[in-house]
């Protein structure tokens, strides 16, 4: 675990297995990040189990009067959040996003850069933006 | 402001540290700290060369393993890139690298789980706790005159010819012919560039000279 950068929320809960590699990776947590073994992860990779913020305008002006500093302590709107699950022996590379809900199954190699916001089937090599299987490991 | 070449230390440096022995910087090169130093342990003669008023700005990373080696061409400008090198990274003159650009000539770990597992369980054992270099490495080689835009990645064996251009948050799989526009992820040629460089170029020697004049082309 070198530089990495732990956004911990309130009710979040991170979970990393043994013996996995992780270098300058920004977990960004609010609900559940659950991370087996044997799993690497590169330079600048993000794993987010939340966006943060409502999609919806109206939802969004709220939002950002609640987080303002004359929020006078009233409530965030329901911001959608899901667990991420990667599965053991995943290597994920540098610059690599993974979004909520994401489940990436064991073995699975994500190439630098992917985005990710689906599932991943186990052993898949996946690349671009939006991420693609493009062969197996 | 000046660079202690006995010391190898920067006097405007925040950084504690020193530029590594076998490490040449040119004396009209600025490297604005030495913490770009900080995961570097090339053992090769020359683990790292640094040209004629090349930039080097804070943000690069020389990630350089015990046999790798980094070439910066002369006038070229590094702002920022995370150089992830155990064979041979080279970067031509006057190229520009931005931002948090990832060039990499490995993927450090093996791709085969069993072995990776074995290379993982093996880190906690190693005094700088990195993965030993037993993967698989192919050069990187980008051109004279290259672009790449902010958070793109260059994968491992990839050349990028002369005169082209990366667009930002691409990712590099394939060759790059010279004077072409490339961008996506993966990255796709967009179009190609009319070269309309001069024919003599301050403080460097052409790719067409150097075999006219019969010089290595490296």
Redesign the interface.
């Known amino acids: 675990m070198?530089g990495v950068h732990f956004a911990v929320g309130e009710a979040g809960r991170i979970e990393i297995g043994d013996?996995?590699?992780f270098c300058n990776v920004i977990l960004l947590c609010e609900m559940e990040l659950r991370i087996g073994n044997?799993v690497?992860a590169g330079?600048?990779t993000t794993l987010a189990d939340t966006d943060f913020h409502p999609i919806s305008p109206a939802a969004r002006i709220q939002d950002a009067i609640a987080c303002s500093p004359a929020s006078q302590a009233r409530a965030r709107p329901a911001i959608p959040m899901r667990p991420v699950v990667i599965e053991d022996?995943v290597?994920m590379?540098?610059?690599v996003t993974i979004l909520k809900g994401v489940r990436i199954g064991a073995?699975a190699?994500i190439?630098?850069?992917?985005?990710i916001t689906h599932d991943i089937p186990a052993r898949a090599r996946v690349?671009?933006?939006p991420a693609q299987v493009v062969g197996s490991? | 402001m000046s660079l202690n070449l006995s010391k190898r230390t920067l006097s405007w440096d925040w950084h504690v540290g020193s530029i590594p022995e076998n490490v040449v910087l040119d004396e009209e090169a600025y490297l604005e700290t030495t913490y770009s130093f900080l995961l570097y342990r090339s053992c090769a003669p020359e683990g790292a060369r640094i040209g004629r008023a090349a930039t080097i700005y804070l943000g690069t990373m020389f990630d350089v393993g015990p046999g790798g080696r980094v070439q910066i061409g002369a006038f070229a400008l590094v702002h920022g890139a995370?150089i992830?090198c155990d064979a041979a990274v080279e970067i031509g003159d006057y190229s520009m690298i931005s931002w948090?650009v990832?060039l990499?000539d490995t993927?450090r770990?093996p791709?085969?789980?069993a072995a990776?597992?074995r290379v993982?369980?093996q880190?906690p054992t190693e005094p700088l706790?990195c993965?030993t270099g037993q993967a698989a490495a192919g050069r990187i080689r980008i051109g004279r005159n290259v672009w790449i835009g902010f958070?793109?990645?260059v994968?491992p064996g990839v050349t990028i010819g002369d005169g082209s251009v990366v667009g930002a948050?691409?990712?590099v799989?394939n060759d790059v012919p010279p004077y072409t526009l490339v961008a996506?992820?993966?990255a796709r040629v967009i179009r190609s560039i009319d070269n309309d460089e001069p024919p003599q170029l301050e403080g460097s020697i052409r790719h067409e000279d150097r075999i006219q004049n019969d010089l290595p082309t490296e």
């Open positions: 070198d013996y996995c590699y044997y690497v330079w600048n022996d290597w590379g540098p610059n073995g190699f190439e630098p850069g992917a985005l690349l671009g933006n490991v | 995370w992830i948090n990832v990499m993927y770990f791709r085969e789980i990776r597992r993982l369980k880190i706790r993965p958070e793109s990645c994968l948050r691409s990712v799989v996506g992820n993966p």
